[in-house]
């Protein structure tokens, strides 16, 4: 087995800024430099800072459509099977009747709908991580409160240590942090 590098060690490096237009430039900076494995922390939310980003992430919406039409499907079925499972012949009605089914297929439509949103979206979030390197970097508390953070990760392809640290530093941050660990391999 190959004996990780360095870089390989570290999570990604981490600047830090005063203020939110600071962030957002240093963002757009970082996209231009050619970096695309890049995040954003900030106490609040920040307008434009996911379209430079380059967020545009559009699976949650489409599994809540899946998860919907599942839901619809089966609740529709459910009905339909049961009365032809059971049928209860009472002046000569049908056993599929479409209008008395949509109140079961409308709820299980917004149960299906609603269940593979929020799955999806925990599991495209790698949710739920209990633990984050970025919360043994102390500085990173202040993310909550009154800094503004940009995190570029080790697997872009264009990191290296040196010289993304050296990138950081020209976006004039308060401070520029490793994440993950600080000593060589042997």
């Given at each position: 087995m190959r004996e990780p590098t360095a870089a390989q060690r570290v999570f990604g490096l981490m600047a830090e800024f005063n203020r939110p237009e600071r962030l957002i430039e240093a963002v757009r900076r970082t996209r231009?430099?050619?970096?695309?494995?890049?995040?954003?922390?900030?106490?609040?939310?920040?307008?434009?800072?996911?379209?430079?980003?380059?967020?545009?992430?559009?699976?949650?919406?489409?599994?809540?459509?899946?998860?919907?039409?599942?839901?619809?499907?089966?609740?529709?079925?459910?009905?339909?099977?049961?009365?032809?499972?059971?049928?209860?012949?009472?002046?000569?009605?049908?056993?599929?009747?479409?209008?008395?089914?949509?109140?079961?297929?409308?709820?299980?439509?917004?149960?299906?709908?609603?269940?593979?949103?929020?799955?999806s979206m925990l599991g495209f979030n790698h949710l739920p991580r209990l633990n984050h390197p970025l919360f043994d970097v102390d500085s990173f508390r202040l993310a909550s409160t009154d800094k503004f953070f940009l995190v570029v990760l080790s697997n872009d392809p264009r990191f290296d240590l040196r010289q993304t640290r050296a990138f950081l530093h020209s976006l004039d941050p308060v401070r520029v942090d490793q994440i993950g660990q600080t000593e060589e391999p042997e």
């Open positions: 231009q430099a050619g970096f695309e494995r890049v995040d954003a922390h900030s106490p609040f939310p920040i307008e434009g800072l996911a379209e430079e980003l380059g967020f545009h992430d559009q699976r949650v919406p489409w599994f809540t459509l899946l998860g919907g039409i599942v839901g619809a499907g089966l609740g529709y079925w459910m009905q339909v099977y049961t009365n032809h499972a059971f049928p209860i012949d009472i002046g000569n009605r049908p056993l599929v009747a479409p209008p008395a089914f949509m109140l079961i297929t409308f709820e299980l439509l917004v149960l299906g709908a609603v269940l593979f949103s929020i799955v």
